[in-house]
């Protein structure tokens, strides 16, 4: 996995032992991504979220790969930030991203979702996050600005997207596919009409990116949009 971080910081750490350790890199000033894994059929593979460290605490977008990988996140906050997780963002309502929130509820946790998510995650039966957001919603903790956006479809039909407007740092989720990326990958829930368009939204809406992390794999920087694109075979 290649990493593209500013300072190189990597926390590796596991509870339970068994399989990679989740991972915490730091990307910018108060900005980490976390990476957790599950073993899929080609071995495991990793699944990107951020922590933002505000003044108020840190923020969580999306939850790690399940619930005791977020158990082990929270441990890694709580030992290295000494601060407490006060709110949690579910960019989609697949597992990698909302397969955690249970145990951020057991821990009051608030987490925030569109409303797109909702909905599916109740049809689903599964555990719901308490906040709704708006299409275009920004959230502040003391000083740090938060903006959610759902752009439009693409992996799925509820994909939001988080820009980080002071360091430039979009977290893409799994709308957006990484560099090393050799397919598109799940498929199941997403809408293939729509993705390439909400790509190109994402171009425009977005025109100076230092750094744009995927949902899965490493991160870098527009590139990603463009590799999304190819694809996703879309002519240029």
């Known amino acids: 996995m290649?990493?593209?971080?500013?300072?190189?910081?990597i926390f590796s750490f596991s509870v339970y032992g068994e399989g990679p350790k989740v991972q915490v890199s730091e990307i910018?000033?108060?900005?980490?991504?976390?990476?957790?894994?599950?073993?899929?059929?080609?071995?495991?593979?990793?699944?990107?979220?951020?922590?933002?460290?505000?003044?108020?605490?840190?923020?969580?977008?999306?939850?790690?790969?399940?619930?005791?990988?977020?158990?082990?996140?929270?441990?890694?906050?709580?030992?290295?930030?000494?601060?407490?997780?006060?709110?949690?963002?579910?960019?989609?309502?697949?597992?990698?991203?909302?397969?955690?929130?249970e145990v951020l509820k057991k821990e009051n946790i608030p987490t925030y979702a569109g409303i797109r998510t909702i909905a599916?995650?109740?049809?689903?039966?599964?555990?719901?996050?308490?906040?709704?957001?708006?299409?275009?919603?920004?959230?502040?903790?003391?000083?740090?600005?938060i903006e959610t956006l759902f752009i439009g479809a693409g992996h799925s039909e509820d994909n939001l997207v988080v820009w980080l407007s002071e360091s430039k740092i979009l977290f893409g989720g799994c709308l957006v596919k990484s560099i090393e990326a050799n397919d598109i990958g799940n498929t199941k829930d997403a809408d293939l009409k729509e993705w390439p368009k909400t790509i190109r939204k994402?171009?425009?809406?977005?025109?100076?990116?230092?750094?744009?992390?995927?949902?899965?794999?490493?991160?870098?920087?527009?590139?990603?949009?463009?590799?999304?694109l190819e694809l996703l075979e879309v002519p240029k």
């Open 28 to 101: 910018g000033k108060n900005i980490y991504v976390h990476t957790s894994y599950k073993l899929l059929k080609d071995g495991y593979f990793p699944s990107n979220g951020l922590v933002i460290e505000t003044e108020e605490g840190a923020v969580l977008v999306d939850t790690a790969w399940g619930e005791e990988q977020t158990f082990e996140l929270l441990s890694w906050v709580s030992k290295n930030l000494k601060k407490p997780v006060i709110a949690a963002i579910i960019t989609h309502f697949h597992e990698d991203r909302a397969g955690g929130i």
């Open 2 to 9: 290649k990493y593209i971080i500013f300072p190189f910081i």
């Open 202 to 228: 994402l171009e425009k809406t977005f025109p100076q990116i230092s750094i744009l992390v995927p949902g899965h794999q490493s991160w870098g920087g527009r590139e990603s949009l463009k590799r999304t």
């Open 120 to 145: 599916i995650l109740k049809k689903e039966k599964k555990s719901l996050p308490e906040k709704t957001l708006k299409d275009k919603e920004p959230l502040v903790f003391g000083k740090t600005k």
